[in-house]
């Protein structure tokens, strides 16, 4: 989550959303940076309106319970096991020309950042 907050903040300050900005703001939290995960995410965010990402996730009806249900230990490391995948796959995409195509992966990717 680190890694989706640095770029809130760039977004928020106006500052454009690269590799070496992100890392900045990730060593000035005292995060121990991985260069993968910064390019998957600048990958991942290359096309997408945060703003409007923003305020749809914001407009989304919360479920009754509240919530999700926290994930029991061994889920936890699953779960950060599957984010790393769909992040490292973000990044190796070779770039397809098919627009619509385009569009999906982004909105995808951006689903898997913010949950």
């Known amino acids: 989550m680190e ?4 770029a809130l903040i760039l977004n928020e300050s106006g500052e454009e959303i690269n590799e070496a900005n992100l890392t ?12 993968s995960r910064v390019k998957a995410l600048v990958a991942a965010l290359e096309d ?26 061994g889920d936890a ?8 995948e769909a992040e490292e796959e973000a990044a ?5 020309d098919d627009d ?5 992966a982004s909105g995808e990717g951006l689903g898997e950042l913010f949950g």
């Open 92 to 96: 190796d995409d070779g770039g397809d």
């Open 3 to 6: 890694y989706v907050y640095a």
């Open 100 to 104: 619509d195509e385009d569009d999906e």
């Open 77 to 84: 490391d699953e779960a950060d096991e599957a984010d790393e």
């Open 24 to 35: 900045d703001v990730l060593d000035a939290a005292g995060v121990d940076v991985e260069e």
């Open 48 to 73: 997408v309106d945060i703003e409007e990402a923003v305020d749809q996730a914001a407009a989304a009806p919360v479920p009754a319970s509240g919530g999700a249900a926290a994930p029991a230990e």
